[in-house]
């Protein structure tokens, strides 16, 4: 994206397409990170997603929403899938699905929760919300624009946070919720700690559970982000 | 598309001959799904409001629009992320009631749904008239709450729910179609679930 054809990447009409898994890993027991090759790839934005779809013999199907994790000029697309139990296409992709399988695939879709790569913006992610922020610390990165972002990044444990080095590397504001690592006492993310990342931010995204949402956009709203400078991307258990 | 090594259908299929192509039956679930912050809005500052190509535009308050004929929906609806959930109840009213009240001139053919959050989403008329549409207040029996659209949210259950703006304040009618809020970032402009016309590019 460092062309002048900013204005139709990751903007038009996508269709199926087909996409091959290269690699997957566990960076945790509940999760699996997927690295796939795509046919007749388009580019894409830090924040977007991909859907995929899985086909049964009877022709049924299943998809659901991933975000990307991977920065657009990364030869491969990264997914990092929670495996929720009774997760219709979550399970599959954790426990059936190997290297070298083909599945359906579709985007870059979403033009609302994207970074355009210069305005100044905090991400404030939960879980693995944290996945579009890693896109946007890569992109970051290529561009040499890393102080344009700063990420505070919770989770419970950091058994359970993906992406630590790369985090760490970013600076990163970590919460642990259940884990007094490093001397912060436990918890979620409070004013104080969000407060002097939040001076000179334009946009905030918000990336995560339901609860998590509404727990971000209170804090966001309480530190003085005005709503509208508030972009979210909640997932539900849809497995 | 080439089968998925390894998948077999796992969830029901719902009731018959009611769930789309590409949903799934999210049971007693209803997922929280929306782009902004969840606003805090009182029913006593309330207002809906229907305007643009009209004879007579008209505002309603809470109370008022309490005393317009109650009109109720009783079935499923269906969110572009792929759930599905079945026999649902609404109760408000029917957008037909307001648009008697307002009077749509001839030229009118198209409605832009405006939510006091800034959300929009662009609808035919003819997708919110004839008992297709309602702007509703009740969730089975209770108080629709705050994320989910309250106090008042548009309902169009027919198209993927995206187009049913939550906190809903206002339906503006013109003559030419533009893109809502989703309509300019990606998605399909009618949205038909039985058509799968989930994002641009679906027929």
Redesign the interface.
């Known amino acids: 994206m460092t062309d002048g054809s900013f204005a139709s990447v990751g903007?038009?009409?996508?269709?199926?397409t087909?996409g091959r898994i290269i690699s997957k890993d566990f960076p945790a027991p509940h999760l699996v990170r997927l690295r796939m090759h795509v046919d007749d790839r388009q580019r894409h934005w830090p924040g977007q997603h991909y859907l995929i779809?899985?086909?049964?013999?009877?022709d049924?199907?299943?998809?659901?929403?991933y975000s990307l994790a991977s920065d657009d000029s990364d030869p491969l697309v990264e997914f990092l899938v929670e495996r929720l139990p009774d997760g219709?296409v979550s399970e599959?992709l954790a426990d059936?699905?190997?290297v070298g399988?083909?599945?359906?695939l579709?985007g870059p879709?979403?033009?609302?929760?994207r970074w355009d790569t210069y305005t100044p913006a905090l991400c404030l992610v939960g879980g693995t919300g944290l996945v579009p922020a890693v896109s946007m610390i890569r992109a970051a990165r290529r561009l040499d624009r890393s102080d344009l972002l700063r990420v505070v990044a919770v989770a419970r444990s950091p058994e359970e946070l993906p992406y630590a080095d790369e985090l760490a590397r970013a600076g990163a504001t970590i919460a642990y919720t259940r884990d007094g690592t490093g001397g912060r006492p436990p918890g979620p993310p409070t004013a104080d700690e969000i407060g002097p990342l939040l001076a000179g931010a334009e946009l905030a995204y918000v990336c995560g559970s339901?609860r998590f949402a509404?727990f971000a956009?209170g804090l966001?709203?309480a530190s003085g982000v005005s709503?509208?400078a508030?972009?979210?991307?909640?997932?539900?258990?849809?497995g | 598309?080439?089968?998925?090594?390894?998948?077999?259908?796992?969830?029901p299929d719902g009731p018959e001959g009611r769930l789309p192509?590409?949903q799934?039956d999210?049971g007693a679930?209803w997922?929280?799904?929306?782009?902004?912050?969840?606003?805090r809005i009182e029913r006593e500052s309330w207002t809906i409001g229907v305007d643009g190509l009209v004879g007579e535009p008209t505002t309603w308050t809470w109370d008022e629009v309490q005393q317009l004929p109650r009109s109720s929906y009783n079935g499923d609806i269906h969110c572009v992320?792929?759930?599905s959930k079945f026999d649902v109840v609404f109760a408000g009213v029917s957008v037909d009631t307001l648009l008697a009240a307002a009077e749509p001139q001839p030229e009118a053919a198209f409605v832009m749904a405006h939510s006091s959050?800034?959300y929009t989403t662009n609808l035919p008329l003819a997708d919110v008239t004839g008992g297709k549409a309602w702007v509703v207040w009740e969730f089975d029996g209770r108080p629709l709450t705050a994320?989910h659209g309250g106090p008042v949210r548009l309902l169009v259950p027919h198209l993927y729910f995206w187009k049913s703006a939550k906190w809903i304040s206002r339906l503006e009618l013109t003559a030419t179609d533009r893109p809502g809020?989703?309509e300019?970032?990606?998605y399909h402009d009618r949205g038909d679930p039985w058509l799968e016309q989930r994002?641009?590019?679906d027929p």
């Open positions: 903007v038009g009409a996508t269709s199926w087909t779809r899985l086909r049964a013999p009877d049924y199907t299943a998809q659901r929403s219709e599959f059936v699905a190997e399988d083909v599945l359906e579709r879709i979403g033009r609302w929760f339901s509404e956009e966001l709203i709503p509208e508030i972009r979210v991307e909640r997932f539900g258990v849809t | 598309m080439p089968v998925t090594r390894g998948f077999r259908r796992r969830r192509p590409g799934y999210t679930g997922p929280v799904l929306t782009a902004e912050a969840t606003p992320t792929t759930w959050t800034g994320e809020f989703w300019s970032n990606g994002y641009q590019g």
